[in-house]
């Protein structure tokens, strides 16, 4: 059974611009959820996608969105990129159910470190 | 809104003695509370977690304590050791996470003194 893996480990962006990042998800889960960690505190959760859907969603503006594959991986997309949008953004992955519920622990990647010049 | 209040935000303890981390919630609707330990560079790990129908859950060194009524849990570490030394985050969400996510407290950052 493999963890959850994100992709990629560190990225350095300017101002403006626009990334992508990945996830793949532990097997047998259907459930990604993605969250930011700035600097010295606790991850705050920015959405959630059950069966490539989005399933709820944190306090995020919308230049902030996502996907979910078939497969159940994942990806975060930041559109014009801020200075404060510098943090570890964390994925997630568990197994959820119809309804926003879910039956089991989230489990986290890595991370992949987002530094905006 | 902060909705998980976690305190203290560092402490220092001797090898062996106990770590005691505090975490008070507001959301009478979160049903599941799980703590995390996080080393540097490293993503969140589940360390424990435990739902609201016992006040107490052990497994091995880690204890969580669980009041209901006041809305306040807490992780006790037993016989810290060094390779405890990290940062532990408390979290509540609604039956695992749900479509709104896992609420984070600020983290509690401990280190043991050999």
Redesign the interface.
Known sequence: ETG?TQSPTHLIKTRGQQVTLRCSSQSGHNTV?W?QQAL?????????Y?REEE??R?NFPPRFSGLQFPNYSSELNVNALELDDSALY?C?S?L?LAG????????????TRLTVL | QQQ?K?SPQSLIVQKGGISIINCAYENTAFDYF?W?QQFP??????LI?IRPDVSEKKEGRFTISFNKSAKQFSLHIMDSQPGDSATY?C?AG??????????????THLIIQP
């Open positions: 959850v959820s969250y010295g505190q606790g991850p705050q959760f920015i959405f959630q059950y399933n709820g944190g964390l997630a568990s959820g926003g519920t879910s039956t089991d622990t989230q489990y986290f990647g890595p991370g | 998980v976690q799980p995390y560079g490293k993503g969140p790990a589940l977690a985050f979290a609604n039956s695992g996470g749900g479509a709104d996510g896992l609420t984070f407290g600020k983290g």
